[in-house]
Structure formats: structure tokens, C-alpha cells
């Protein structure tokens, strides 16, 4: 379980590395640096004219002026006061190691031309860059409207409104509106990465993804009237509370509402009813599983299934993944990859385990699907929830003294275990990577296969990476690999909690 996140793995922003300042003035006698200095002027703010207007005057004076921002500029010159949003820009338009560049404001220019020689570079001329890598902007322009590339932490300063919107988001499904209900679910999601509280006009206005309708229930009602109807309201808490149990779907929630239900005693007692074997072990463990997970028995369960995994074969590998791989301190279950390096043994290595667990009196409910995993049937252009990978749903039994700090136990309880989900899945060993970026959720993944659709014109899911221009599968051995053939920045696992 090494990848358990430390609380100081998960302090970001990271102060980005100063550029470059106060340096003694380019090097070399002052004719040499004059010729080493190649300018580029930003036409963004400044316009076209004014920019070939001071092109023209700066070449005059013997300087050089690069049209276009290539490996060859030295010192960039804009007249954009948003440091944020210049840097973005920049990002978007230039391939070389911006690092190796002064950015620079107007006035090194104006200095420059007054003295007719590049002035040296002082603090005062430097726009910083106050944007890590990619994004947690301070102005709403630079927020992508892909959440593959947004850094979004644990930490949310929109609580209140995402909560609202996932309300919102969460009816609109019960209502079978799903076109709504992704558009207020991508909403939540850009303000969850935001690393401000939303509360002016103008920033919403800018972000990706707020149509007008969200920006009114933001400024006028906030946490709305709206919301607070739908949460008193008698289907929209029926349903909720039917698909709070697991094996409980919409479907069948809708079922158990139509027909009049309304409390678990209403399901329970109706002889019509036949609860199919999930659905009897969710109802017989409500209280345990519809808790929370805590990290420390997440840790636990680790130390447990990994025992299993070794008692199995030595060259056997646990790693967790899901939310607690997203550094969340809570969840509703704990998810698992296990691999066997042995090429067709990951079947066998996942029914051993349950077999382990069940030997040791463990094992309280399993759901073994086994693999429909083949490669020859890939690329598939259809979306699919779920993976082809065999893999396990499963409640365990879990004891106290197994968890350092013991269990989350609910008040009055004086039990000394208690009922956890566990997800367990096993890709072959090529498949890794993919089955990684995948579980590692949150919705994070779904818009990193939007991305590879319109963006890249490739095809992404927890099985492979298919480049449709190449005609080819993209190898990857890492979620590096995966995000490096997609041309994105690398987002942390703590930073893709959409
Ligand atoms: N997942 C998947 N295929 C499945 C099941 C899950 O790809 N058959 C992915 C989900 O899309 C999700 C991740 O695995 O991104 C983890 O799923 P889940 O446990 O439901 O969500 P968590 O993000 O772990 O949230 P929680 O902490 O509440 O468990
Ligand atoms: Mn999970
Ligand atoms: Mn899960």
C-alpha cells in the first residue's frame, strides 16, 4: 500500500520555481548581447498595428524582432496586464521551454528603446508565472473545459454550490434528462477544480461549462430554492434511498416507487418481491457498507488482500486504486488491481483470492465476473461503463484489531468488526497502465476520453489506447506513458478528483 498519500503529498499548489530575475546583465561585451537578444512582441492586448508599429521602431534601432515565438526568442514583450491568462497563452502557443525566456512587460521594451540598447532585466519587468503547470488559474479564461486538463485536489471552495449542482445533476438522471444532468455534473466539476470561491458575475461568465441557467441559480439563490425542492421531495428520496443500496439500481428503484414502496420495511415485506442475492446481502448489511471507509481500514484491508496475494504466488501485485488513490480520507468502498506478471493467470490469481478470503471466514458476499477481454475486439467505438477484466465485487468481514486506531463503528454499535465493500479487478499485465487511469476515477477519465475523441482523434478506455490517424495501439506502461501519447500534462492521481 505505498501509494497512500501524505498529507504533504497533497498541500499544492506548489510554489512554482521563480524565473529567472536580477541577473547580471547579458553577458559578454555589450555589443554581443545586444546582437544575442531576440525579441517577441505579443500582439494580444497590444494589437496588430501597434505591434508592427513597434516592431518597426525597434529594428531601427538595430534590435531583432522575431515574428513568431520560436526556439530563438529571448525576451518576450506583452502588454497584457492578466499574468494568468498570458501564460496560458503562451503555453498554447509556443513549443519551446518558455523556462529559457524572459516574459517580460512593456516598460523593458520602452526602457530599451529610450536607452537604444537591451536594458538589463529587473524584477519589476517580469510577469511571473503564477500559474502551476497547467492550470488552477486565478482567472476563469485559463480554466480548460476538460477536467483532464484542470488539477483538481480533495480541497473545494465551492462546497456549497457543487453540492447544489450535484442535487440538481442526481434528479435530472432520476428524471431520465441526461443531457441535463451532464451538463450541471460538468458544471460541479469545473468548480470543484477552481482554487477560489465563486461569488462575482464576471468570473462565471468566463468559465467553461456555466450556461446562463447556472449562473443565475449562483448569483441569485445560491444553495436555491430549487434544490431545497427537490431534496423534500417524495421521489427524488425514495429513489435516493433505494439506490443507496448495493445490487439497487435506478431501474429497479423506479420499480419499487411505482408500485407504491416507499421505506425498506415497504421492500422487505412485500412477498412479491424477490430480492436477487446482492440485493439480500446489501439489505443485510446496510448499516456497515452505506458507512463510510476510513483510510486506516482501507490500510488494513491492503495489508489483508495482499497477504492473500503472496500466499498465492510471490510474484503477485496489490495496488490500490479508486478514491483512496485520489488521497480521498473516506469512501464508499476500497478498490484494488491485483497482477501476476504470468501472462492468462490473472483469472486464476482472482478466484484464489476469493477462495483465500473465504477460507479464512472473511468473505461475506462475492460477484465473480470472469474476463471477456479481447484484444482482437478492439478498438471499441462504443462507450462502455465497464471494463472486459475479470474482477470481483465483494464485502469482507473486517476486525477491529486489524485497523490501526480501530473501525469506524457507528454510535451504540459495540461490535468488533464490520462489513466493507471491496472491488477487486485483474487486466493482464500489458493492460496495466490503462486499468490504472481507469479506476483511479473520478469523472476525471471520462473526460480524458472526450479529450482523446475530439482532440487527438484517438480512442481511450481501461483496456488500450487506439490512435484512429496512425491506425494503431499506443503502448503504455505507465499513466505517464498514456498521458505523454495524448500530449498532456501529467495529472496526479490527488489531482484528479473532478
Ligand atoms: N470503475 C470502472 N469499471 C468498473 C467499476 C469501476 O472503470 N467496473 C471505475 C469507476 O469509473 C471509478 C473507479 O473505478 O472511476 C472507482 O469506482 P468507485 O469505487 O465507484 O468510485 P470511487 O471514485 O472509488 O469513489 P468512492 O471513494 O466513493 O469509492
Ligand atoms: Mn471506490
Ligand atoms: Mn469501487
Not at 87 to 113: C, E, G, N, P, Q
Not at 226 to 242: A, C, G, H, M, P
Request: charged share 30%.
Amino acid at each position: 500500500l505505498g501509494h497512500a498519500v501524505s498529507k504533504n503529498m497533497l498541500r499544492w499548489p506548489h510554489p512554482r520555481k521563480r524565473l529567472r530575475s536580477e541577473e547580471a546583465p547579458l553577458a559578454g561585451s555589450e555589443k554581443a548581447a545586444f546582437g544575442d537578444v531576440h525579441i517577441f512582441l505579443v500582439e494580444r492586448k497590444m494589437g496588430r498595428s501597434r505591434r508592427s508599429f513597434l516592431t518597426q521602431l525597434a529594428r531601427s534601432k538595430g534590435f531583432v524582432v522575431e515574428d513568431v515565438l520560436s526556439d530563438a526568442v529571448t525576451h518576450v514583450v506583452s502588454e497584457d496586464g492578466e499574468a494568468s491568462s498570458l501564460w496560458a497563452w503562451l503555453k498554447d502557443h509556443s513549443r519551446s521551454d518558455l523556462s529559457r525566456m524572459h516574459v517580460l512587460d512593456i516598460s523593458w521594451f520602452t526602457d530599451s528603446m529610450k536607452e537604444k540598447r537591451p536594458v538589463a532585466v529587473e524584477t519589476k519587468h517580469l510577469i511571473q508565472d503564477v500559474l502551476p503547470e497547467v492550470s488552477t488559474p486565478t482567472s476563469a479564461a485559463a480554466v480548460s473545459q476538460y477536467a483532464c486538463q484542470r488539477r483538481t485536489t480533495t480541497e473545494n471552495h465551492n462546497k456549497n454550490l457543487t453540492d447544489a449542482f450535484e442535487v440538481l445533476a442526481e434528479n435530472y438522471e432520476f428524471n431520465g434528462m441526461e443531457g441535463q444532468c451532464l451538463a450541471f455534473r460538468r458544471a460541479a466539476s469545473v468548480l470543484k477544480s477552481l482554487s477560489w470561491e465563486v461569488r462575482s458575475s464576471e468570473r462565471v461568465h468566463e468559465l467553461p461549462c456555466l450556461g446562463e441557467t447556472m449562473e443565475e441559480l449562483i448569483l441569485q439563490y445560491g444553495r436555491s430554492f430549487e434544490v431545497n425542492k427537490i431534496l423534500s421531495d417524495e421521489r427524488y428520496q425514495t429513489l435516493k434511498l433505494f439506490t443507496s443500496v448495493f445490487g439497487v439500481g435506478l431501474k429497479t428503484a423506479e420499480k419499487w416507487y411505482r408500485r407504491g414502496l416507499r421505506t425498506f420495511p415497504d421492500v422487505l415485506e412485500e412477498p412479491s418481491i424477490h430480492l436477487n442475492r446482492m440485493q439480500q446481502s446489501g439489505f443485510l448489511h446496510y448499516g456497515d457498507i452505506s458507512r463510510a471507509v476510513s483510510k486506516a481500514e482501507a490500510q488494513a484491508l491492503g495489508s489483508i488482500i495482499d497477504e492473500a496475494v503472496h500466499a498465492i504466488t510471490p510474484d503477485g501485485t496489490l495496488t490500490l486504486t479508486g478514491g483512496f488513490r485520489r488521497g480521498k480520507d473516506f469512501g464508499h468502498d476500497v478498490d484494488f488491481i491485483v497482477t501476476t506478471p504470468e501472462r492468462g493467470q490473472e483469472e486464476r490469481l482472482l478466484t484464489s483470492i476469493i477462495q483465500h478470503l473465504k477460507q479464512q471466514g472473511i468473505l461475506l458476499f462475492s460477484d465473480y465476473q470472469s474476463s471477456s477481454f479481447d484484444m482482437s475486439k478492439l478498438p471499441s467505438h462504443r462507450f462502455e461503463a465497464m471494463d472486459h477484466f475479470a474482477k470481483c465485487f465483494l464485502i469482507l468481514r473486517l476486525e477491529g484489531r486489524e485497523v490501526e486506531g480501530g473501525l469506524c463503528r457507528a454510535e451504540g454499535d459495540s461490535r468488533d468488526w464490520r462489513a466493507v465493500r471491496v472491488d477487486l479487478v485483474s487486466p493482464p499485465p500489458d493492460r496495466f497502465a490503462f486499468t490504472l487511469l481507469g479506476w483511479t476515477g473520478s469523472r476525471f477519465e471520462r473526460d480524458l476520453r472526450r479529450f482523446a475523441r475530439l482532440e487527438r482523434r484517438m480512442l481511450l478506455d481501461n483496456h488500450a489506447l487506439f490512435d484512429k490517424t496512425k491506425k494503431e495501439f499506443l503502448a503504455a506502461t505507465t499513466e505517464k506513458d498514456i498521458f505523454a501519447h495524448l500530449g498532456l500534462e501529467y495529472i496526479e492521481p490527488w489531482q484528479r478528483n473532478a
